[in-house]
C-alpha cells in the first residue's frame, strides 16, 4: 500500500476549499429556512422555498463532491475514513 503525503501548500488549499464550501452551504441552508418560515406566514411563499430547494440543494451536492474530488487527489479515494466518489 503506498502512502500519499500532502503538502503544507496543498492542505491550505484543501482548507480554504472547505471553508468556501462550508459557507455556502450555510448561505444555501439559511434561505430555505428563511424561506420556509415566510411559507408558513404567507403561503404565497412557498413558490419561493420550493425553487430555493430545487436550485440550492444540488449546488450543495455538487460543492461537496468537487470538494471530495479535490481531496481524494491529494491523499486518494481509499484513505481511511475517507468517503469514496460516486461517479
Sequence with gaps: MSEKSISHEELKQLQAKYSEIKHSVNNAL??????????????????????????????????????TEALNEKVGP??????TPVA
Design 30 to 67: 439559511a434561505v430555505i429556512m428563511a424561506l420556509s418560515e415566510m411559507s408558513q406566514r404567507r403561503p404565497d411563499y412557498a413558490e419561493k422555498l420550493a425553487s430555493a430547494v430545487l436550485t440550492k440543494a444540488p449546488q450543495i451536492v455538487s460543492s461537496l463532491q468537487e470538494f
Design 78 to 83: 481509499k484513505a481511511e475514513g475517507l468517503p
